[in-house]
């Protein structure tokens, strides 16, 4: 019985080395975009801090849930942005929702 709890311990140590390390969190933005380039959104928070999202061709950018291409992305156009990354410093954006005014 020893041997067997030793070899399945064995093989989970392994597996689990060499499965990948996923360690993104998710993060909501909600603000104003203060620019828009075609891999990154500026977007500036209700709180007042400036966020630099990245943008890729997965990206899904829409308004009142119609499809839109970072095209329609405009400076002072209100936004909330779903994204993932390690910090809000590193961020990638997941969708892009324009919205009315943020108050």
Do not use: C, W
């Amino acid at each position: 019985m020893t041997r067997r709890t030793s070899i399945a311990i064995a093989l989970a140590l392994v597996f689990s080395a060499l499965m990948p390390l996923s360690a993104h969190d998710d993060y909501r933005v909600i603000g104003v975009v203060t620019k828009v380039q075609t891999s990154k959104l500026d977007v500036k928070s209700k709180d007042g801090k400036n966020h630099s999202i990245k943008l890729n061709k997965d990206t899904f950018v829409n308004r009142d849930k119609k499809k839109m291409g970072v095209s329609g992305l405009k400076a002072g156009q209100s936004v909330v942005v779903d994204a993932t990354g390690d910090s809000e410093s590193d961020l990638l954006a997941l969708e892009v929702r324009i919205v009315p005014p943020v108050k």
